[in-house]
T-cell receptor, first 111, second 117 residues
Framework: DAKTTQPTSMDCAEGRAANLPCNHS???????VYWYRQIHSQGPQYIIH???NNETNEMASLIITEDRKSSTLILPHATLRDTAVYYC????????????FGSGTQLTVLP | GAVVSQHPSWVICKSGTSVKIECRSL??????MFWYRQFPKQSLMLMAT?????????EQGVEKDKFLINHASLTLSTLTVTSAHPEDSSFYIC?????????????FGEGSWLTVV
């Protein structure tokens, strides 16, 4: 699976949009971009995934560049409970392959 | 999303004893389950992959005789830490996927804290 690069940490003001970037320049055509987050002392939580089109669900939006080499996860109105480590992972969907976790981005939402 | 549940959430055991952690998929059939370990301030490290009815595949450096994994049904996998030692103290997390999860999306349990004293 392709490697990803994320900033180590980011801050965001409560109520504002949090934009978390991810670079995946070696992504293959059949690899999806997945986002998970891990709140302290809990198991990772699935957020969203996409292939090439932008995706939106009740938690977040995922914007993937046209060349698919980078993406941005957007939390439209961050709350204190969104403070967590956010992981961007690329993986072949439709397979039973594991998720390989990098270091992720520590997002801190400030009051 | 699909629900994966782990039990117990935390456990303390004496050095030399064995402890079992259960992982259940509550609303889907988990054809594949994964076990991860996470030390403080580190990322998740994959320990093993198990497919229902088959022997688990362990990652390099993970002792299969120490970390026994059983995936006997489509809703249950167990991890048994045998002859536990203090260095086995960690956060253990299971995850699961199956044909009826969207595009084989993987869902995680809540994690189990193991402390060996």
């Amino acid at each position: 699976d392709a490697k990803t690069t994320q900033p180590t940490s980011m801050d965001c003001a409560e109520g504002r949009a949090a934009n978390l970037p991810c670079n995946h320049s070696t992504i293959s055509g059949n690899e999806y971009v997945y986002w998970y987050r891990q709140i302290h002392s809990q198991g990772p939580q699935y957020i969203i995934h996409g292939l090439k089109n932008n995706e939106t669900n009740e938690m977040a939006s995922l914007i993937i560049t046209e060349d698919r080499k980078s993406s941005t996860l957007i939390l439209p109105h961050a709350t204190l409970r969104d403070t967590a480590v956010y992981y961007c992972i690329v993986r072949v969907a439709g397979s039973a392959r594991q998720l390989t976790f990098g270091s992720g981005t520590q997002l801190t939402v400030l009051p | 999303g699909a629900v994966v549940s782990q039990h117990p959430s935390w456990v303390i055991c004496k050095s030399g004893t064995s402890v079992k952690i259960e992982c259940r998929s509550l609303d889907f059939q988990a054809t594949t389950m994964f076990w991860y370990r996470q030390f403080p301030k580190q990322s998740l490290m994959l320990m093993a992959t198990s497919n229902e009815g088959s022997k688990a595949t362990y990652e390099q450096g993970v002792e299969k005789d120490k970390f026994l994994i059983n995936h006997a049904s489509l809703t249950l996998s167990t991890l048994t830490v045998t002859s536990a030692h203090p260095e086995d103290s960690s956060f253990y997390i299971c995850s699961a996927t199956g044909m009826d999860t969207q595009m084989n999306t993987i869902y995680f349990g809540e994690g189990s804290w193991l402390t060996v004293v």
